[in-house]
């Protein structure tokens, strides 16, 4: 018999629209959404239904549970850097209901199945939003990715630079040639960490001082990322059914190379990240290694053209890429900018980060969830279950206040490394609920996760 849970509320967003009174109804033994009306029924339209089955929302609104494709939870081997229970809890805290896992820095990293087992194994039992796994492309494991795709991973990740961690190291033109000719009849992605160092050149900003912000951007110019990009859209030319993905986009010379990629009919995908959009590297304070990440936060002029991409859709969708550190490798004691893990801590903040960016240019929500739910579910191979307010879908939602002004303290935060460049903010919205396959997973800031117990499911 199906247990029925009513979620109404003046403010819906539906697939592709606006804010509209709606009704949506979810059968809770199999989570998924089973109906949606239209208007925002009252509580007397549902005379069988319990008091706990019948969530109203009034004026706030009710949003599909962001999808967060980029993210680094370090578990096992490094779980003094985060975990899948903290990094979960944080994510259901900011609205997410699902993640997926980067296959590294965790200690195996995700490059072979026994390896994916291994993670799975730790996973079990711990989170508490439904979580997805990437798989790695390292020089040599070729012969590994076919297995993962058949495993279950939802595609792959290299680096075309050093990864800073020595179990991932990068390939060449050679190893991505074969992986591309590997994976090329396979419904997957290969996405790229796309900085390519062709000369020392940039290297030579580690004389200047380490403490400022300026040392280190220019030690990660914008041509590593242009370089790499010309070689990941000239690649594409010869393996065209390959779809291939830019993770953390920064720079915004690249745009006119995937404009022209994307214009060809190309594959192309492209992501870019909460802090890109939100921070600039004028308003940097010098010894603050927080705002370190690669590639690096760039100058306003530079977030400005990154909007406009958003915008007219040259890029696709917007991550966290949450990559914390224990904070001795933060080095914010010493302020040493260059030798400090780079990393932004963000789980639990995108969300909010992202409209409060989003309303100083008019953009609606619709917009936001389209480029947090929509388009990094598609990406991620969830499009049909995750990402939407949809009969048949997972019942992933969130009830969420737009109006309401949130300080972002150490308190509020729910990663395991309590480090971010966004402490201190004032930042619009508030996340009052999330619920996973119509159960709750969060209940907000005063009760948090009192009561309730870890149930998301590995993907």
């Not at 977030?303 to 969708?317: F, K, P, S, V």
Request: proline share 6%; aromatic share 6%; hydrophobic share 40%.
């Amino acid at each position: 018999m199906a247990h029925t849970r009513i979620f109404t509320g003046r403010n819906v967003v539906l697939s592709g629209g606006q804010p509209r009174p709606a009704t949506v109804i979810a059968d809770v033994s199999t989570g998924k959404i089973i109906d949606i009306l239209d208007g925002a029924k009252p509580r007397s339209s549902f005379p069988e239904l319990g008091d706990v089955d019948c969530i109203d929302a009034g004026d706030m609104y009710i949003l599909p549970g962001v999808v967060d494709a980029h993210v680094h939870l370090n578990e096992p081997g490094r779980t003094d850097w985060e975990g899948f229970w903290t990094g979960t809890r944080a994510a259901a805290s900011g609205g997410v209901t699902t993640l997926v896992d980067m296959p590294l820095n965790s200690i195996p990293p995700t490059t072979t199945v026994a390896n994916l087992e291994e993670k799975r194994r730790a996973a079990r039992g711990q989170c508490w939003t439904d979580v997805a796994f990437w798989g790695g492309v390292i020089p040599g494991n070729q012969s590994h990715l076919k297995p993962l795709v058949q495993a279950g991973v939802k595609g792959f990740k290299c680096f075309l630079i050093e990864s800073g961690v020595d179990e991932f190291p990068c390939i060449n033109e050679s190893d991505l040639r074969q992986a591309m000719a590997e994976l090329q009849d396979t419904p997957t992605v290969l996405c790229f960490h796309a900085e390519l160092e062709k000369s020392p050149g940039a290297q030579a900003a580690e004389s200047l001082d380490p403490t400022l912000y300026s040392t280190f951007l220019a030690s990660r110019p914008q041509q590593l990322e242009v370089d790499a990009i010309e070689l990941i859209t000239r690649l594409h030319k010869e393996f065209p059914s390959l779809r291939l993905h830019i993770v953390h986009l920064s720079a915004a010379d690249a745009l006119p190379l995937i404009r022209k990629a994307k214009a060809s009919g190309l594959p192309l995908t492209v992501e870019t990240c909460f802090h890109y959009l939100t921070l600039s590297a004028q308003h940097i304070p010098r010894g603050r290694p927080e705002f370190k990440c690669c590639p690096p936060i760039r100058e306003e002029a530079n977030r400005e053209a990154l909007w406009e991409a958003l915008l007219d859709g040259t890029i696709d969708c917007v991550v966290s890429d949450h990559s914390p550190c224990v904070a001795s490798l933060k080095k914010v004691e010493e302020g040493d900018i260059m030798s400090a893990w780079g990393g932004i801590s963000t789980l639990g903040l995108g969300l909010n980060l992202l409209w409060t960016e989003a309303r100083k240019r008019n953009v609606g929500i619709d917009r936001v969830v389209d480029w947090l739910c929509v388009q990094t579910a598609r990406h991620a191979g969830l499009a049909d279950r995750k990402g939407q307010l949809k009969v048949g879908y997972d019942a992933d939602l969130i009830i969420w206040d737009p109006y309401a002004q949130t300080k972002v303290t150490r308190e509020l935060l729910n990663f395991k490394n309590k480090l971010t460049p966004y402490e201190g903010l004032t930042l619009s919205g508030k996340v009052e609920k999330t619920f996973l396959r119509a159960r709750p997973i969060y209940n907000g800031s005063e009760q948090g996760f009192a009561g309730l117990e870890p149930m998301g499911v590995l993907l």
